[in-house]
């Protein structure tokens, strides 16, 4: 994954993150600050998901936050 992109912004996405998966607390978000590996980890805790598709969602989300910018 590439963590700079969210990393590198986290402050600037944190509100669109806690827009996709709101069912994650502040305290996730602010312990996350930006490490992906984190946040695919409390998804998969949070939604009962597969590893893969919380790292999937992540992925996803960094896809988005690209195409937002151009």
Same mark, same amino acid.
């Given at each position: 994954m *590439? @963590?700079?992109i969210i990393?590198? *912004?986290w402050k600037q996405i944190k509100g669109q993150a806690k =827009? @996709?998966?709101?069912?994650?607390? /502040? /305290?996730v978000?602010?312990? =996350? #600050?930006g490490d992906s #590996?984190?946040? =695919?980890g409390k998804l998969?805790?949070?939604y009962g998901w597969e590893r /893969?598709? =919380?790292e999937t969602e992540v992925k996803e989300f960094e896809r988005s936050l690209k195409s937002d910018r151009h």
């Open positions: *590439n @963590k700079d990393a590198g *912004n =827009a @996709k998966w709101g069912d994650l607390t /502040d /305290d978000f602010d312990v =996350a #600050e #590996e984190y946040l =695919a998969q805790e949070r /893969d598709r =919380a």
